[in-house]
């Protein structure tokens, strides 16, 4: 009896296993993979190890690509090499290597199994006479490759799927017995049985088995499926930001478009299939008390608001765990750290921070694009950041909301209605690409302002509203202190100065604000670098207060006075 699994050469088992290929690892949505159905296995262990070096489920590719070629250098028809293209978005030398080590195993592993079948090829003489009374079916060789050697003729033949091509020209000698074994293992009556004994084979590659479902057995033949449910990994949380489907129609409906109008839809509909529908939700840090506790210590001023944001974690924590934060509004003079509390809160919880500038703003166009009539019409910040980001709750900060425009013509905040309501924010439109439906309603609103007198209260209500106190002079130490020791761990100088500040260059910084603190210790850092210190002095810190220096009219460089 001639005992090997049946081979498949038809396309709707390797469109089916691409469905669900794609349905276990979503991220590949818009990168191409086409692949026989014998190597799907193998492109499965490739992503999987492609999410190890990562260390996510959604790894962030600059480019990505698998196809496979039939080599020239290859014996017989069974044989096709996986091309492999993969980048990564930043660049990390020893990920690099971990990348391509994965790719080239891939590879390696592609030319030991069958294209069609997935079975493992065996190295077999084709001349060998008693090779060939053992198994019949094994192919005859071509002549112009026969002819280096009268006696032998190495090849790597699958035998399963020699056994299926034999038996179709041989067909009226094939035995009952035969028969049988070939009607267990038809894939396309018991895809289920032949996926077992497809495992079983691959087993030797300690590849995982993969669940097909059973209930859709048509083939998807741009093999471009999404899945439907989102899919959580490691405990991330996924939601799927707008429909592809819409994307697609778009690219579609560009081809009737005037000539600017196609290549301005071509050009972001590349864009966005360079990413992914689905956005990673940024989780609460787990010690997230300790954080806080810790935001305190640093910035003494806003423990109002420190408060507060802890209450809205403790209800993360005892629901999903997502960050979640409604509108902030921080009022309070100049100089207090409004924005260095921002920077710091954003950097601290992992997720995207983007700062929009009001008093600079004309319009809303900054925050939700322009409209489709202006010819230079583009997508504001908000669709941009979560469209081609990989993040659906990142961080949006308002500076200076009560230095915006309030006449008719120009209302940059008025977006802001919809925004910080999330049902609303739920279906937000970008003004550029109306057509485009994205879910806005995990961002998190921030803002500053120097005074609430000029902001519109509609807008103000839809804020919860802090007011931030100039520091107190015990407060004041504790900010230069944390200003201090950020330099010393972030930056690649940090490590050649003292651990500690000196108390007398403590005392200096605290008669200026938090803002001007940051900077002046940057610059006495610098002085002292110069001079060959590992430690400041306060005549660093007086050197470095250059608004004293123009309030005494000394001017800067050929302007500077001369008596």
Not at 88 to 93: H, T, Y
Not at 292 to 309: S, T, Y
Not at 436 to 452: E, F, K, P, Y
């Amino acid at each position: 009896m001639l005992d090997y699994p049946v081979a498949i050469k038809k396309s709707v088992g390797a469109n089916l296993l691409n469905k669900n290929l794609r349905a276990q690892h979503p991220w590949i949505s818009p990168w191409t993979i086409h692949v026989s159905l014998g190597l799907i296995n193998v492109v499965g262990d490739l992503l999987a190890e492609i999410e190890d070096v990562m260390i996510t489920k959604r790894p962030g590719l600059a480019f990505f690509r698998i196809t496979e070629e039939l080599d020239d250098d290859l014996d017989g028809s069974y044989h096709r090499k996986l091309d492999v293209f993969l980048e990564a978005r930043q660049r990390i030398e020893a990920r690099d290597k971990a990348l391509l080590t994965a790719a080239q195993r891939a590879v390696g592993r592609s030319l030991l199994i069958c294209h069609a079948c997935g079975n493992l090829l065996e190295r077999k003489n084709l001349n060998d006479k008693g090779e060939r009374e053992l198994f019949p079916f094994l192919p005859v060789p071509e002549v112009k490759r026969n002819a280096f050697s009268s006696n032998s003729f190495y090849m790597h033949v699958c035998m399963a799927c020699a056994l299926n091509d034999w038996e179709e020209k041989e067909s009226t000698n094939i035995t009952e017995t035969t028969l049988a074994s070939k009607a267990q293992l038809n894939p396309f009556d018991n895809l289920e049985a032949w996926e077992d004994s497809h495992d079983e084979v691959m087993d030797e590659f300690d590849v995982a088995k993969r669940q097909t479902g059973d209930e859709d057995l048509v083939a998807d033949e741009e093999l471009s499926v999404v899945a439907d449910e989102e899919k959580a990994a490691d405990g991330d949380t996924y939601i799927t930001m707008y429909d592809i489907e819409v994307v697609n129609k778009l690219e579609e409906r560009s081809k009737d478009m005037s000539k600017d109008n196609a290549y301005r839809i071509k050009g972001i509909v590349k864009r966005i299939k360079e990413t992914s529908p689905d956005k990673r939700l940024v989780a609460i840090p787990d010690a997230w008390r300790d954080y806080c506790d810790d935001l305190v210590q640093k910035f003494p001023n806003f423990a109002e608001v420190v408060d507060f944001i802890r209450s809205q974690l403790a209800l993360s924590a005892m629901s999903d765990g997502v960050l979640r934060l409604p509108g902030l509004l921080l009022v309070g003079n100049p100089g207090t750290g409004k924005t260095e509390f921002m920077l710091t809160l954003a950097n601290d919880l992992k997720t995207k921070l983007e700062i929009i500038d009001i008093s600079a703003a004309q319009t809303g166009i900054a925050l939700t694009g322009s409209e489709t009539y202006w010819s230079n019409t583009r997508t504001g910040v908000l669709f941009d950041t979560l469209v081609f980001g990989e993040i659906a709750n990142p961080i949006i900060m308002l500076d200076e909301v009560d230095k915006a425009r309030s006449d008719d013509a120009h209302k940059p905040l008025a977006a802001l209605h919809q925004l910080l309501e999330p049902r609303q924010a739920k279906i937000f439109k970008d003004l550029s690409l109306t057509e485009l439906v994205l879910d806005a309603s995990h961002v998190m609103w921030m803002a500053t302002a120097n005074t609430l007198d000029t902001l519109e209260k509609p807008i103000m209500d839809r804020f919860t509203v802090f007011n931030i106190s100039d520091p107190s002079s015990e407060q004041m130490r504790v900010i230069t202190a944390t200003q201090y020791q950020r330099f010393i761990d972030n930056h690649p100088s940090g490590h050649v100065f003292e651990e500690t500040m000196r108390s007398e260059v403590i005392d200096e910084l605290c008669k200026y604000h938090p803002r001007k603190v940051r900077k002046m210790l940057e610059q006495s850092f610098g002085l002292a670098a110069y001079d060959g210190r590992n430690y400041i002095t306060v005549e660093d810190i007086r050197a470095s207060d250059t608004d004293s220096k123009k309030d005494r009219n000394l001017g800067i460089g050929f302007l500077s006075s001369v008596d």
